[in-house]
């Protein structure tokens, strides 16, 4: 029997994980990516206990747990009173092998999963080859593809399309999106300040309520994550100069100071379900903005050699 190829449109989180998966399986992988580069934007960065099970296999969870910070609980705030529910998640021991999330940066990820498949002849990755269209029939997938001006054919027994929301693969087979987004947008800053020196028994991972609104604080190695929302009246734009970063932040600590923000981005949700996600020989598979506090907590269990959705 011979080995079965795919394609895979996208090298985001989603994408690269299902090609080690299935590259470490022997199956023959090419990945397209429209970017000249893993993507280094600030974006999620917590770790659940289903997805490090999966990911120890292939020597992913340990090269993450040596870099990144283990939260072994997680907690619901009240501000500033500081009354709080905590998570403990040693609940969790004998159910998974890592009962706690884990603060790890997802960019820093698409390079350990880089490397990882770079040890496995099975998968080729090109970067900027965007994919422009597709055509199928009953046993093969023709992936269409624009690279440096060229253009450029890859046939398939199948093709997974993990390129977001926008998702090329998604038009090309003519899939709508339902759903809409949420109001709120997230201003997302990173910054040096110890938060887990001023609020006395504060989780590294917390969601916090005050009488204005919410926020939330996520510890990395080094740093805290803010999210962060625009007062009343204010724009986006206003909250995320250096004055609108810092009234913010003195929201949750008043007599801090100068708050050093190292990084910001502002970032708004999306709910959206696709009308299908498998046509023929072509799947859909993304993970929604936010992958930390959304797609991986999603319940995964195991059946044999396989890892499926609950």
Known sequence: MKRPSIVIAGAGPIGLTAALLLGSKDIRVTVLEADDKISDALRASTWHPPTLDMLAPYGITD???AAGLPCPNWQIRMHPSGD?????LSVLEGETDHPYRLQYEQSK??????DALGTLSSVTIHFSTAVTGLRQSADT???????QDEEREFAADYVIGADGARSAVRKAIGVEL????????????????????????LSNVSYCWKPTGTFSLLRLPGVWRASLYAREGQSIEQALTDEG???LLH??????????VLESRPYRIHKRLASTYRQGRVFLAWGVPGWRCRASQQSVRRY????RPA
Do not use: C, K, N
């Not at 709080?84 to 403990?88: K, L, P, Q, S, Y």
């Not at 929201?251 to 050093?260: K, N, V």
């Open 84 to 88: 709080r529910a905590v998570f403990d």
């Open 141 to 147: 997938v023709t992936v269409q593809a624009s690279s």
């Open 245 to 247: 970063l810092q009234d």
């Open 109 to 114: 990820y698409g390079h350990l999963v880089l």
């Open 178 to 201: 339902s759903g809409d987004i949420y109001p709120e947008t997230t201003i997302l800053a990173t910054t040096l300040f110890p938060f887990h020196e001023r609020l006395e028994g």
């Open 63 to 65: 090269r993450m747990l």
């Open 304 to 307: 044999g050699d396989e890892w």
């Open 251 to 260: 929201d949750i600590i008043p007599e801090a100071g100068l708050i050093e």
